[in-house]
């Protein structure tokens, strides 16, 4: 079992930053690939970025790649998506999910374990 708590949402100016941060329970953290996922209502939930158990390998969605960088450090039990040049449209809830698989996926069907989510709101 982990559980997941994003922080770090909140609302900032277009062309902003924000790091949003997901600290993890238990001791096999490192086994799990890591997503950053995001909705907004009556949209299905979008994979923004993930990595995997090493954090050797990542993916980005097309509509944050050059902005957005996710990083984990297995130690601290953390994982953080660091977003620059933010726009209205980052407007969402973003969740942290964790997929017992060591490699990363995009599906948010893969992703065994769900945060809370955090919202961030991007004004123009």
């Known amino acids: 079992q982990v559980q997941l708590v994003e922080s770090g949402g909140g609302l900032v100016q277009a062309g902003g930053s924000l790091r949003l941060s997901c600290a993890a329970s238990g001791r096999t953290f490192s086994r799990y690939a890591m997503g950053w996922f995001r909705q907004v209502p009556g949209k299905e939930r979008e994979c923004v970025a993930a990595?995997?158990?090493?954090?050797?390998?990542?993916y980005y969605a097309d509509s944050v790649k050059g902005r957005f960088t996710i990083s984990r450090d297995n130690a601290k039990n953390t994982v953080w998506l660091q977003m620059n040049s933010l726009k209205p449209e980052d407007t969402a809830v973003y969740y942290c999910?964790?997929?017992?698989?060591?490699?990363?996926?995009?599906?948010?069907?893969?992703?065994?374990?769900w945060g809370q989510g955090t919202q961030v709101t991007v004004s123009s």
């Open positions: 990595i995997n158990w090493s954090g050797g390998s990542t």
């Open positions: 999910a964790a997929d017992r698989r060591y490699s990363s996926s995009s599906s948010p069907v893969d992703y065994d374990y």
